[in-house]
């Protein structure tokens, strides 16, 4: 299977899902990183990696849903079967979904459907939660739902800060989404409903 990332920032998921995937742990070919974001440190990794690295820019496109034509054609030049979302700030469209059904992964940093939105590991912070953590989950219309495939615990200790805790999440994260991935190459993933099964 080939499939690509699309990410806007810092892009350490996308360094644990290059790890994994040079060290065999998921059994696909990552073909392409495309970021909305010009100076996106994500597209540095890629390229670091030897794998073809695009800044498409949002702003050379009147709505969200000609941005994504761009995209989902690019996408299929690369011969993608699946699209991993990794830090990507953009809700992705309806046309973007419907040519990827259950077919694009997302991370986020909480424990959904606990704290959606942007600042999710603050909010879950700041609201006095004992435990968070991140959920993969697959990509539905509506931003941060969609199945469940995985999901890690963080407990919040008393001496945690809001940057210890954001150091937990992101380790949690880069355990989870290549195993989320991993899963899904490998046709474990079934799903019935809001449920993911994990088939043996
Ligand atoms: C992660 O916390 C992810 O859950 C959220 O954005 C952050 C991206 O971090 N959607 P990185 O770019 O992968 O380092």
């Known amino acids: ?4 990332v699309l990410a806007s920032g810092h892009g350490g998921n996308l360094q644990a899902i290059i790890d994994a995937v040079k060290a065999g742990k998921i059994k696909a070919q990552l073909k392409a990183v495309i970021s909305d974001k010009k100076d996106a440190y994500a597209l540095k990794r890629a390229q670091q ?3 073809a690295a695009l800044h498409i820019n949002p702003k050379d496109f009147p709505d969200r849903e000609s941005f994504d034509r761009c995209v989902v054609e690019r996408l299929q030049g690369f011969g993608v079967d699946f699209v991993v979302l990794a830090g990507y700030m953009r809700l992705v469209s309806i ?3 419907q040519q990827y059904p259950h077919r694009i992964l997302n991370i986020h940093p909480s424990l959904l459907p606990a704290f959606k939105g942007m600042h999710a590991i603050r909010d879950a912070f700041e609201h006095g939660v004992k435990v968070t953590g991140p959920t993969v989950h697959f990509v539905v219309e509506a931003a941060d739902d969609g199945p469940i495939i995985l999901q890690e615990a963080v407990a919040i200790a008393p001496e945690d800060s809001l940057e210890s805790l954001e150091e937990k999440v992101h380790q949690a994260e880069h355990r989870i989404f290549p195993q989320a991935i991993d ?3 490998r046709g474990k993933l079934k799903i019935e409903g809001r449920r993911v099964i994990i088939t043996g």
């Not at 299977?1 to 690509?4: D, I, K, L, R």
């Open 95 to 97: 046309y973007f979904i």
């Open 183 to 185: 899963l899904f190459v």
């Open 1 to 4: 299977m080939n499939f690509a």
């Open 49 to 51: 990696a030897g794998i």
